[in-house]
């Protein structure tokens, strides 16, 4: 194998003077700091040049951290390796897989070691990149392991390349235990792999300052035994003190237990209606039979984090609101554990901090639902690869009940159930669409958080705000109808926003009139009886659907153009006053394109072979 001249001094583990390679170290990675820092043009926050960090793995042998410069329009990735054997794959792929993956490599044929920018096939057979793009910085051994620092751009526009973008990327990486005599004869099935799930653009948002008079709460489950099961959602109830008065949350954190940062994958914080005076205490598994059914009315959501997500801030001028007359006591906490390794015996107490105040802020900040109703008129056809469904918030409606200045929208949660792979709402202003609200190209639903907007975005009074969810339902063979289970489907985006308004749901769906047409045009057109008797459910009678592609197509025109039934709803379930059956599509004449991705004006290296790096351990 050819390798190129340029190489980078790579000193493993310290040698027999900790006290001298640490020193010799640190100034090192002091100098490369101040190189990095002013390369970020401003970018990094003081605290640290790496202010994002996740565990790749769950024995914590992979720790990743890194940083974004908008500026420059690239990631600088910082991975720590803790007992390094023979190399290293790391890199992102559409959905977590490692076949068609956009990938980095480090391994060593028993002599020497190389580092390389690769991609594998549909087969997972592994490929040199013949356009370089991922650019070692700097590889040296600390007494923690080994530390790669690498950056590469946003875009390459290199077809084999993965575009980073706005939203969640599936992130995998590989463990090579093996000396390999090429990139080509590593065999990825026979790796110890994985995948990890972050968001990597974080927004540049200014810090708020936090109120001096400022208090915390944490909400966080006590000793709880993780089950030795790859996935694990638990609950639990706490309550606020008795006489608890209206206060305003400003930020909240994550507290993860020390050693589980692994395991706890994300975590939210729901206050319970306040319909009911009292809610047993419980916890457990979200999904134990002996869970009371009242904790199902634990829904309003106060705080969310997910992995890699630091903490959350409310702009200056809002805050959320808790306690005091007409608010619920009871918070439920649920925790997601993600222990694919079964580890048995681990306890954890892990939880989410508020920050609050009792100094009221000018707006109340609010949360709305935007998207489909929660019902089985909409439907995904079974062996469907990219089934699109679109709920719609009106201009009727947002004319009733925004007030003349509008609210101000600065997060967003998107929300599916398990088919979903897509989701976005856009800002529609006299027929055009504006700007997206928020956008994620590769949703997935075990990846939830609250996500600060990059700008605000502003609706007024008229504004149509339209929310499209793809889903993949390839696996299923029965239609997959809107509900509440968690085989039903959703889709919606949780904005929050202020000021506060009565509006709190502003969703669609077809008109149920409209579908039992359908139903009765694919029974005259299929020599299969469909069922339409007027005692059949819907689920039941999207079941005796055929799914043929007349089916299939009928079903996608009527999504589009039948009229819908919309939810103008105030927060006590009731409508505003109007007529909201049987209204008309909104009107769009003009859609925004997808993004042109910025391709890098700097040459991409083109080596004849990969980098030489020198894995001599200092003496």
């Given at each position: 194998m050819q390798a190129t001249s340029r190489r980078c001094r790579w000193a493993s583990i310290p040698g027999p003077n900790m006290r001298e390679a640490a020193s010799m170290y640190g100034t090192a990675v002091a100098i490369f700091l101040v190189i990095l820092v002013a390369a970020l043009q401003g970018s990094v926050p003081p605290e640290s040049p790496f202010p994002y960090h996740i565990p790749l793995d769950p024995e914590g042998t992979l720790?990743?951290?890194?940083?974004?410069?908008?500026?420059?329009?690239?990631?600088?990735?910082?991975?720590?390796?803790?007992g390094l054997k023979a190399g290293v794959l790391f890199g992102m792929s559409d959905r977590g897989e490692l076949e068609n993956a956009d990938l980095v490599v480090l391994w060593t044929d028993g002599g020497r070691s190389y580092f390389a920018d690769a991609w594998s096939d549909q087969k997972g057979r592994i490929h040199l990149d013949n356009q370089q793009d991922y650019q070692l910085l700097q590889a040296q051994g600390t007494p923690d392991g080994l530390v790669l620092l690498f950056k590469r751009p946003f875009a390459t526009c290199d077809p084999k390349d993965y575009l980073i973008e706005d939203g969640t990327v599936h992130l995998v990486y590989g463990i090579l235990e093996e000396p390999f005599q090429s990139l080509e004869a590593i065999n990825i099935s026979s790796l110890h792999t994985g995948l990890q799930r972050v968001q990597?653009?974080?927004?540049?948002?200014?810090?708020?300052?936090?109120?001096?008079?400022?208090?915390?709460?944490?909400?966080?489950?006590?000793?709880?035994?993780?089950?030795?099961e790859e996935t694990t959602y638990w609950c639990y109830i706490t309550e606020l003190p008795q006489g608890f008065p209206r206060h305003h949350i400003v930020m909240y954190e994550p507290i993860v237990t020390e050693g589980n940062e692994a395991l706890v994958h994300h975590m939210e914080v729901f206050q319970c209606a306040a319909t009911f005076e009292s809610f047993p205490h419980f916890s457990g598994p979200c999904d134990s039979k002996m869970k009371p059914q009242r904790l199902s009315y634990c829904r309003h959501v106060l705080a969310a984090w997910a992995l890699g997500?630091?903490?959350?801030?409310?702009?200056?001028?809002?805050?959320?609101?808790?306690?005091?007359p007409g608010s619920s006591r009871y918070l439920r906490l649920e925790v997601h554990y993600h222990n694919p390794l079964k580890i048995p015996g681990r306890r954890d107490s892990s939880g989410i901090r508020l920050y609050y105040t009792a100094t009221l802020r000018r707006f109340d900040a609010g949360i709305?639902?935007?998207?489909?109703?929660?019902?089985?008129?909409?439907?995904?056809?079974?062996?469907?690869?990219?089934?699109?469904?679109?709920?719609?918030?009106?201009?009727?409606?947002?004319?009733?009940?925004?007030?003349?200045?509008?609210?101000?929208?600065?997060?967003?949660?998107?929300?599916?159930?398990?088919?979903?792979r897509k989701v976005v709402t856009v800002l529609a202003r006299d027929g055009r669409e504006t700007e997206i609200v928020n956008r994620d190209n590769h949703y997935s639903p075990h990846f939830q958080e609250i996500r600060m907007l990059k700008k605000v975005?502003?609706?007024?009074?008229?504004?149509?705000?339209?929310?499209?969810?793809?889903?993949?339902?390839?696996?299923?063979?029965?239609?997959?109808?809107?509900?509440?289970g968690i085989l039903e489907e959703m889709c919606v985006n949780y904005v929050h926003y202020y000021p506060q308004t009565q509006l709190?749901?502003?969703?669609?769906?077809?008109?149920?009139?409209?579908?039992q047409k359908y139903f009765h045009l694919v029974n005259r057109f299929n020599s299969e009886d469909v069922c339409t008797c007027p005692q059949a459910t819907v689920p039941q009678q999207f079941a005796s659907v055929p799914w043929n592609s007349f089916s299939r197509?009928?079903?996608?025109?009527?999504?589009?153009?039948?009229?819908i039934s919309m939810h103008c709803n105030k927060s006590s379930a009731v409508r505003f006053q109007g007529e909201w059956d049987l209204q008309p599509l909104p009107e769009i004449v003009s859609t925004l394109e997808e993004p042109t991705p910025h391709c890098p004006t700097r040459g991409a290296q083109s080596p004849a072979g990969p980098m030489v790096v020198n894995m001599a351990v200092a003496e």
């Amino acid at each position: 194998m050819q390798a190129t001249s340029r190489r980078c001094r790579w000193a493993s583990i310290p040698g027999p003077n900790m006290r001298e390679a640490a020193s010799m170290y640190g100034t090192a990675v002091a100098i490369f700091l101040v190189i990095l820092v002013a390369a970020l043009q401003g970018s990094v926050p003081p605290e640290s040049p790496f202010p994002y960090h996740i565990p790749l793995d769950p024995e914590g042998t992979l720790e990743l951290s890194w940083n974004v410069s908008y500026v420059q329009e690239d990631v600088h990735f910082q991975l720590l390796v803790r007992g390094l054997k023979a190399g290293v794959l790391f890199g992102m792929s559409d959905r977590g897989e490692l076949e068609n993956a956009d990938l980095v490599v480090l391994w060593t044929d028993g002599g020497r070691s190389y580092f390389a920018d690769a991609w594998s096939d549909q087969k997972g057979r592994i490929h040199l990149d013949n356009q370089q793009d991922y650019q070692l910085l700097q590889a040296q051994g600390t007494p923690d392991g080994l530390v790669l620092l690498f950056k590469r751009p946003f875009a390459t526009c290199d077809p084999k390349d993965y575009l980073i973008e706005d939203g969640t990327v599936h992130l995998v990486y590989g463990i090579l235990e093996e000396p390999f005599q090429s990139l080509e004869a590593i065999n990825i099935s026979s790796l110890h792999t994985g995948l990890q799930r972050v968001q990597l653009l974080k927004p540049e948002v200014p810090t708020p300052a936090v109120p001096a008079d400022t208090r915390t709460m944490e909400i966080r489950a006590p000793d709880v035994l993780i089950p030795s099961e790859e996935t694990t959602y638990w609950c639990y109830i706490t309550e606020l003190p008795q006489g608890f008065p209206r206060h305003h949350i400003v930020m909240y954190e994550p507290i993860v237990t020390e050693g589980n940062e692994a395991l706890v994958h994300h975590m939210e914080v729901f206050q319970c209606a306040a319909t009911f005076e009292s809610f047993p205490h419980f916890s457990g598994p979200c999904d134990s039979k002996m869970k009371p059914q009242r904790l199902s009315y634990c829904r309003h959501v106060l705080a969310a984090w997910a992995l890699g997500a630091k903490a959350f801030y409310y702009p200056e001028e809002a805050g959320l609101a808790f306690g005091g007359p007409g608010s619920s006591r009871y918070l439920r906490l649920e925790v997601h554990y993600h222990n694919p390794l079964k580890i048995p015996g681990r306890r954890d107490s892990s939880g989410i901090r508020l920050y609050y105040t009792a100094t009221l802020r000018r707006f109340d900040a609010g949360i709305m639902e935007l998207g489909l109703v929660y019902t089985p008129v909409m439907a995904i056809p079974p062996k469907e690869t990219a089934f699109v469904l679109t709920g719609y918030c009106t201009d009727k409606c947002t004319q009733l009940a925004l007030p003349s200045s509008g609210v101000h929208i600065f997060a967003s949660q998107l929300h599916t159930h398990l088919t979903g792979r897509k989701v976005v709402t856009v800002l529609a202003r006299d027929g055009r669409e504006t700007e997206i609200v928020n956008r994620d190209n590769h949703y997935s639903p075990h990846f939830q958080e609250i996500r600060m907007l990059k700008k605000v975005v502003s609706v007024h009074q008229g504004d149509v705000l339209i929310t499209s969810c793809t889903y993949n339902t390839e696996d299923r063979k029965l239609a997959t109808v809107g509900g509440f289970g968690i085989l039903e489907e959703m889709c919606v985006n949780y904005v929050h926003y202020y000021p506060q308004t009565q509006l709190e749901l502003c969703k669609s769906a077809v008109d149920p009139g409209f579908l039992q047409k359908y139903f009765h045009l694919v029974n005259r057109f299929n020599s299969e009886d469909v069922c339409t008797c007027p005692q059949a459910t819907v689920p039941q009678q999207f079941a005796s659907v055929p799914w043929n592609s007349f089916s299939r197509d009928v079903l996608r025109a009527l999504y589009a153009f039948a009229p819908i039934s919309m939810h103008c709803n105030k927060s006590s379930a009731v409508r505003f006053q109007g007529e909201w059956d049987l209204q008309p599509l909104p009107e769009i004449v003009s859609t925004l394109e997808e993004p042109t991705p910025h391709c890098p004006t700097r040459g991409a290296q083109s080596p004849a072979g990969p980098m030489v790096v020198n894995m001599a351990v200092a003496e």
